[in-house]
């Protein structure tokens, strides 16, 4: 695979979150719990298209980036999500509604980098 095409695959796991949270939601899992399996459902869609890559410097730029945004190679802790909401002023549901949120978003610049062709609907 591609670069660009595991990058779509990633963003197609992405993307089911929203239909995942509708699921769960109308099952009365708690918001906490929501979020929690979100960020899961990106942070192993994130390893597992790493591990897909051919490239291994590539895979390292990517840790690096993380690394320097958010002190961990491998992407932000859910826990580290929630302390950073907490210190933004944000409430308890607010931190995690802002978890589920952001589990749904790739980078623009990733995207580019890797040249992904959205799936059409």
Do not use: C
Not at 84 to 89: A, S
Not at 90 to 111: A, F, K, M, P, Y
């Amino acid at each position: 695979m591609t670069n660009g095409e595991i990058r779509a695959w990633y963003w197609e796991r992405i993307a089911e979150i929203s239909k995942l949270n509708h699921d769960w939601i109308a099952q009365g899992v708690s918001l906490e719990e929501r979020a929690l399996r979100a960020w899961r459902i990106r942070h192993d869609a994130r390893m597992q298209a790493r591990s897909m890559m051919e490239n291994p410097i590539e895979v390292e730029d990517l840790r690096e980036r993380d690394r320097r945004l958010d002190g961990n190679p491998d992407g932000p802790t859910f826990d580290q999500l929630v302390q950073e909401g907490h210190e933004r002023g944000l409430e308890r549901d607010e931190v995690h509604e802002r978890i589920i949120s952001g589990s749904q978003t790739t980078n623009r610049e990733i995207n580019k980098r890797f040249d992904l062709k959205r799936p059409s609907p």
